[in-house]
Structure formats: structure tokens, C-alpha cells
């Protein structure tokens, strides 16, 4: 049984999915620990009702950043990860701490990258014009928003959209992308080789589920890993 800790700093809808979706298709696997950057992450809850063990671990309390990650690696290696998921975590993760983790830790970031990293993706997707937007699960590597791509989802800008609607389509692109990704490690089908991502399944190209609906219609959703 592999073990996976998520950590987040919102409302955890994608730790959610991946939770619900490591259980109802044994994977093999079980979210052992989420964690959260303080106490009052939303998103602890819903693991709580997930039955997922909860913790939190807020940077005001340390000093230094350097201090803040050691404490949380000893949280996180407390769980045995095969996998540390980052869903949602606001942090910006030193050097020495994505090493710890290298090819075993991953992120999900809203837009198709390597177009918009930072914050505030769906905004700038609609002031570009932008046809195409969506999310990219990635390894993690030092630079932020960066690092190799494991899988992508793309769904339509449409006329009318506006950033809100717009997050709304990515975000249930996300909730079927990122499980889909987490499968694939645990599953050995994907790794971190060098700078690139090696695929090891001819899985290449999956189109989400269109019983399952996004807002405004799944038609042009697609997931695909490059
Ligand atoms: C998602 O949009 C994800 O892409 C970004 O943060 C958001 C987290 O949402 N990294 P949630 O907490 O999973 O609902």
C-alpha cells in the first residue's frame, strides 16, 4: 500500500477528488496524512469527513522558512509518502526542501503551462484572449510553477467567460486531471527521468468523462500527457 500526503492551504477540492478516487478505484494506495499550512484551512475539514488523519503546520509559528520545512518534512516523513502531493499549498518551497522530494513530489497549477505561472491564471488567460486555457500537473522543481509536465487538461475559453466561470471549468478539469496523474505514479506508469517526464503506458491521450459534465460542456475538454 502506497502511501500519499497532501498537503493544502485552501479548500481542498482537489485532495478530495484524488481521495475518492484512490478509494473507489484501489489504486493501492491511500491518502495517509493531509496537512495543512494552518489551522484554519478549509479544506481539513473535508479530509476530516473523509476519514484522512489531519494536521497543520502554520509558518508564523518558525522563524525561518528553512526551520518551517524541516518541520514539516519530519510531519510529512512521519507518514511514509510514496507521494507528497501538493494541492493547493501556497507556499514557496526552498531548494534543499524540493530536493528532499525530487520525482516524488508533484503540484497541480490552473493554466496551461508553461503560459501563466503565478497567481491570478484565469484573469490573465482572459486579458490575453487566450482560446484554450486549463491546468498542468507537474513534478516539482526548484523554480516555481515549473518543472516537468506529467499531464494537462485543456478546456475552452468561451464567449461570455468570465474569471470566476472561467475557474470553474479548470477546477472540474482538475478534479478529474489530477487523480489521473496520481494514478499514473503510483501505478509506475510515469517518472521523473532527469529533466523530463517518462511515460511508461501508450495512455496517452484520455478525454474526461463527458457523463460526468463541466460547466458550460466537456465537449472540447481533453487530458493528455505529452
Ligand atoms: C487549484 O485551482 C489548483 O490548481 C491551485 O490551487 C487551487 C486549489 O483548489 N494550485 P482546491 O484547494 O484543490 O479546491
Excluded at 469527513?49 to 514539516?72: K, M, N, P, V
Excluded at 516523513?77 to 534543499?96: K, Y
Aim: net charge neutral.
Amino acid at each position: 500500500m502506497q502511501n500519499i500526503v497532501v498537503l493544502i492551504s485552501g479548500r481542498g477540492s482537489n485532495m478530495v477528488a484524488i481521495a475518492q478516487a484512490c478509494r473507489a478505484q484501489r489504486w493501492g494506495a491511500r491518502v495517509a496524512a493531509v496537512i495543512g499550512s494552518r489551522a484554519a484551512v478549509a479544506g481539513l475539514a473535508s479530509a476530516a469527513a473523509e476519514g484522512i488523519t489531519t494536521e497543520s503546520l502554520a509558518h508564523q509559528d518558525y522563524a525561518f522558512r528553512e526551520a518551517y520545512e524541516e518541520a514539516l518534512a519530519t510531519r510529512i516523513d512521519a507518514h511514509e509518502p510514496h507521494w507528497v502531493v501538493l494541492a493547493g499549498f501556497m507556499r514557496i518551497l526552498t531548494p534543499a526542501f524540493v530536493q528532499r522530494y525530487l520525482g516524488r513530489m508533484v503540484n497541480i497549477h490552473p493554466s496551461l503551462l508553461p503560459a501563466f505561472p503565478g497567481l491570478s491564471t484565469h484573469e490573465r488567460a482572459l486579458a490575453a484572449g487566450v482560446r484554450v486555457h486549463g491546468a498542468t500537473v507537474h513534478f516539482v522543481t526548484p523554480s516555481l510553477d515549473d518543472g516537468p509536465i506529467i499531464a494537462q487538461a485543456a478546456v475552452p475559453v468561451r464567449a461570455g467567460d468570465d474569471a470566476s466561470l472561467l475557474a470553474a471549468r479548470v477546477l472540474a478539469a482538475e478534479h478529474q486531471l489530477y487523480p489521473m496523474a496520481v494514478r499514473w505514479l503510483v501505478e509506475g506508469r510515469v517518472r521523473l527521468a532527469g529533466e523530463r517526464v517518462e511515460l511508461r503506458a501508450s495512455e496517452a491521450v484520455a478525454t474526461i468523462d463527458p457523463a460526468r459534465g463541466l460547466p458550460g460542456g466537456a465537449d472540447a475538454a481533453l487530458l493528455w500527457c505529452p
